[in-house]
Each structure stands twice: as C-alpha cells, then as structure tokens.
C-alpha cells in the first residue's frame, strides 16, 4: 500500500489550491477561518461557484454531473478546500441521499433529484433519528401508510440538522410493523412544503439554531417519491451511513483548526508569555498533533482501499471515533486556552489581558459555543459506542 501521492495527484492539489485561492469569497473564508459559521445564503453561493467550475458534486460520477474524481482526487478537493477556509459542501444531499437515489432510485427519480442537489437548488435535511430510536435506529415508529398513489405519514423526528432551511426531507418510515424491526423499513423523500409538516426547532447549549424536531401529521406523500422496494429502507440506510461515518474523520477540518488554535496561544499577551512556551500546554498540543497525523493515515488507508476497489474494513468505524474526538479535544483545548473569555469574547478575537486583540473579523459565537455543539460529534452517525461495538465484533467474530 503505497500513501504516497503521485505527480498527478501533487499537480491536481496545485490545481485545487490555486482556484480556491482566486474564487473563494474573501467574507466567507474570513468567517471560516475564524470559527464562525456561514448562513445557508453564503454555503449555496460557495456551492455554485464550484457548480459553475463542473465541481459541483465533487464525489458524484459524471454520468450524473459529478466530477468523475477518484477517492484520492476526492481526498485532496476537501483538504484543500478546509486549509483554505472554505466551507464544507452541505452532505445531506451531495453524501448521502445523492448516493443513494443513484444506486437504487430509479430513472425518473435520477432525472428529477440529481441535477438539483449538484446545482445547490434543493436544500436537503436527514429524517433518521427519533425519540428513542437514534443509536437503536431500527426502532423508529414513524408510520407510512399506502393509499392509493400515496402513502400517508404520521409520526416524528428529532435533531434533524438544518431542517429549517430544508426543501426536501428524506426519510425511514416504518411500512410493515408486523415485519421485524430491520424489515419493515421504507425509503421515502418528502416534500418539506406539504401540509401537515410541522419544524420546530431545538434550543442547544451552544446558542445555536441548528437541530430540529420534525413532525409529521397526515402528510401525504406520492408513491412515486418511495426509493427503491417497500420495506427494503434499512438496506439502504446501511448504505448512506457507510458514507457518512468515513466522511466525518474531517481530516482536513481538523488541520485547520489546530492551527488556528496553535495561533491563538502563539498570540503575546500584554502580561506574561504566550501560551505556547508554557511546557504543559505544549505537550497537549503537540499530542493533539500526532493523533491528527495518525487519523489522516488511516484515513489515507481507506482512501487507497477505495482506489483499488476494496471495501474498507472496520477503518471506517475508527475514522468515526477518532475523528470525533478529535474535534472535540481542539474545541475543548480551545475553550481552555482563552478561559473565562471563552463564553464572552467573539469567534474572530483573542483575550490579551485587557482589550481583545483581532485575529480577524468578529462574529457573535463564543469558542465556548462550538465547544458545546462539538459534543454532539461522538453521538451522531452512529455513536462512538456502536462503532467500538462493530469493531469488537470484527475482531473477536461474534
């Protein structure tokens, strides 16, 4: 296994760089790369600048307006995208619902759904999770029952990122309950404007609007919009997770935000040394440094796997667990390294023992803000848990 980067793959990250350099708007980068997040109105006109360039999509096939990129090419896109501050494609319909509708939607449902979601013209929000069925998904008790042309849904999701911005919702419903739990599962996509949806949104601890409860009451749904068979949902749900729990290693990401947070403590204060010379926080950081270097090889282990066509093993489920912490150890250090401020001051500045001092432009969300929404990272896309679970079992076969 060669992770080595060839002079193709070295000249298509110069490639990368320089037209994210000259194309990236200057206001998003700056919010970006000061821990700020972007509204929907700024992450769509990210996404159509790519579109306009043919990287709209840029892990899709060209037979349905992707790239065509291998999972190297794929790698570098969002590496370089993330060291340059620019922010993540949104994943709900470019890595997850996209996939799926390709591997077994049918035809019609490709010529309707595909161009849209690479366009960035349909907003698209995940209808998975519900009260007490989240880690234990094939509990879920969302109902959807045909008549006629229509299946007819009942029922309620919970933490559904987004939904507020959402055009479509997609979702398992439950089609069978005389079936076992993994049986009786269907795929559908719901239109969020139909009568009798109802979002409702969920106050976290960080201060964000970014988690939903999604209720549906007599929602009437066209048999047209169900994903392949009846009660085959769980098939396909074990598909898109697949795709998502490699995806959240954020490597990348992660890159960025250490570095940030090495700037921050690198910062002179108008009393004392930077925080960087002191030995202890140095020692933590430079740990912090080595486990981004071993994910990012593991995650290169998955990606070579995927060049040669070979399903990767259990590494998607340590990409899930490490990757996480990860993120939420820079957050948590981040939060520790500016103090008290950390729950007063704007993403965007430092505390320098009196006036803040300006890494850039300021943004209403405290560090101690992302800390508390970066908690949510080891419980989503199936907990840390679960995947130590899965692992366990691919180890000691039972």
């Known amino acids: ?60 096939p060209k037979e ?14 969002e590496e370089e995208c993330a060291a340059a501050g620019a922010p993540a494609l949104l994943p709900f319909g470019l890595k997850m619902v996209g996939p799926v509708i390709m591997a077994f939607g049918n035809a019609a449902q490709k010529q309707r759904f595909l161009p849209r979601i690479a366009s960035a013209q349909d907003w698209w929000c995940q209808g998975y999770s519900e009260p007490g069925a989240g880690s234990d998904l094939a509990s879920l008790k969302t109902r959807a029952v045909r008549r006629g042309e229509h299946y007819v849904v009942n029922g309620q999701k919970t933490w559904i990122t987004l939904a507020q911005h959402a055009d479509w919702i ?10 076992k739990q993994q049986s009786g599962i269907s795929f559908l996509l719901i239109d969020m404007k139909s009568p009798g949806i109802t979002v409702r949104p969920i106050a976290t601890m960080g ?59 690198s910062a002179e204060r108008k009393h004392g040394k930077p925080l960087i010379e002191d030995p202890y926080f140095a020692a933590r950081v430079a740990l912090l440094e080595i486990e981004l270097i071993a994910l990012e090889i593991t995650n290169l282990r998955v990606v070579s796997a995927e060049s040669e066509r070979r ?25 520790q390294t500016l103090g008290p401020d950390a729950v ?24 101690a803000a992302t800390y508390c929404n970066m908690r949510k990272t080891s419980i989503y896309a199936g907990s840390n848990e679960i995947q130590k679970n899965i692992i366990a079992r691919s180890i000691l076969g039972r």
């Open 311 to 335: 399903a990767p093993g259990t590494e998607a489920s340590l990409l899930k667990i490490k990757g996480s912490e990860i993120q939420q150890a820079i957050a948590e250090l981040t939060m």
């Open 170 to 179: 997609f979702c398992l419903v439950r089609t069978d309950p005389a079936a």
């Open 64 to 77: 349905f307006g992707g790239t065509g990129w291998g999972p190297v090419q794929k790698f570098i896109f």
């Open 344 to 367: 007063s001051l704007q993403q965007g500045t430092i505390a320098t023992d009196g006036a803040p001092e300006q890494l850039g432009p300021p943004y209403p969300e405290p560090p």
């Open 1 to 60: 296994m060669d992770l080595n980067f060839t002079p193709a793959e070295q000249a298509f990250r110069e490639e990368v760089r320089a037209f994210v350099a000259a194309r990236l708007p200057q206001d998003i980068c700056n919010k970006v790369s000061n821990g700020a997040g972007v509204s929907k109105e700024e992450l769509i006109r990210w996404h159509r600048i790519l579109h306009q360039h043919g990287w709209g999509a840029p892990n899709w």
């Open 207 to 265: 201060g964000h609007h970014e988690v939903n409860e999604v209720w549906f009451e007599e929602v009437r749904v066209p048999a047209e919009n169900l994903v392949g068979e009846e009660n085959k949902g769980w098939e396909y749900a074990k598909f898109l997770l697949g795709h998502e729990r490699t995806n959240i290693a954020a490597v990348g990401t992660s890159k960025r935000e250490l570095r940030r947070l090495i700037r921050i403590a």
